[in-house]
């Protein structure tokens, strides 16, 4: 088994809640809360949930573009959340982000060379004529026209636009890459031409991929280990192949339900959730899912369940397993 690239362990992010004149702080949205897992060297690890989860806030703060609240972060055995901006600037090299809208990531001022030629220019001393061939062969690489490099993001569709910011991330050759919802915005079919484009180009460079998405159909064919997380927490980890072929926690169930089959005479129990996702900011108590839960006990409203290892290597917050 290869070594881990990324470790986190427990690591929060709150965001206060001010009210008042003054200002005071009267609260906190706790949006990552108390979160481990690792990351392995050229694996994808996958994180899925619903919206508002804490996905993205956790992606954005291993890169530090979020400032944690707490944990630790340690990116090749160094905690990342002791550098100083300094070094983070420099740490950019070896990890990237990919966003979820390439249309906001990218400015629309700037030629497509000049954007993915831009960290080059801002982590090493080179001249233009020394840029310009690394510019051409990323973009070939990402399956763009080198012709195309003069022209704007505005001349771009959607999924071009995403092949734009995958060369931009992937010019420095880092070593770590957080997709943030890489494909969400486009069109299914052009989503499974982006989504082998990553897999492709994590052969050839040796990637490793955080891939965070909502979506359970996407990340089956992409991921090694999936991490299924739901108001801040972790509720269950494991391989891919054993989150759809055995889900343990009742949250992965009900979300592997709503998954569109590919044939459509077979039939499926689908497990339809009560009530709303409850408030990060006043979270209830025992088990975060206890509310919405069809398996719920009297233990999961006052006690909240360890995350642990119920099978080899799949781990789960429940109290079904106790």
Do not use: W
């Amino acid at each position: 088994m290869a070594d881990a690239i990324l470790k986190i362990e427990g690591l929060e992010k709150f965001f206060p809640i001010k009210a008042g004149v003054f200002k005071r702080t009267v609260g906190h949205v706790k949006a990552v809360n108390d979160v481990s897992f690792d990351v392995k060297e050229k694996e994808t690890f996958s994180l899925v949930g619903e919206s508002g989860c804490g996905k993205s806030t956790l992606g954005r703060s291993i890169l530090r573009i979020l400032e944690p609240t707490g944990g630790k972060v340690m990116f090749e055995d160094e905690n990342i959340l002791r550098f100083s901006p300094e070094k983070i600037r420099q740490l950019r090299k070896d990890i990237q982000l990919v966003f979820q809208d390439p249309y906001s990531a990218l400015n629309p001022r700037m030629t497509v060379r000049q954007l993915v030629s831009e960290p080059l220019f801002t982590h090493f001393d080179l001249k233009k004529k020394d840029v310009d061939p690394k510019v051409d062969d990323i973009l070939e690489k990402v399956g763009l026209p080198i012709e195309h490099a003069d022209r704007y993001p505005h001349q771009f569709s959607g999924g071009q636009r995403q092949r734009i910011s995958i060369a931009r991330a992937l010019v420095l050759k880092p070593k770590f890459v957080v997709a943030d919802e890489p494909v969400s915005a486009l069109d299914v079919s052009i989503q499974a031409q982006i989504l082998k484009l990553l897999m492709d180009l994590q052969e050839e460079f040796n990637l490793t991929y955080l891939f965070i998405s909502h979506d359970l159909n996407v990340v089956k064919h992409i991921s090694d280990r999936v991490g299924v997380m739901y108001l801040g927490k972790m509720m269950e980890m494991t391989e891919t192949d054993s989150i759809y072929e055995d889900p343990l926690h009742p949250y992965t169930q009900a979300l592997l339900s709503a998954v569109p089959k590919s044939d459509p005479l077979e039939t499926k129990d689908r497990v339809i959730l009560q009530g709303d996702v409850p408030s990060p900011a006043d979270p209830p108590s025992g088990c975060p899912f206890h509310l919405r839960c069809p398996k719920a006990m009297d233990v999961c409203s006052s006690v909240e369940p360890e995350f642990k290892e119920v099978k080899p290597h799949h781990l789960v917050a429940c109290h079904l397993y106790e």
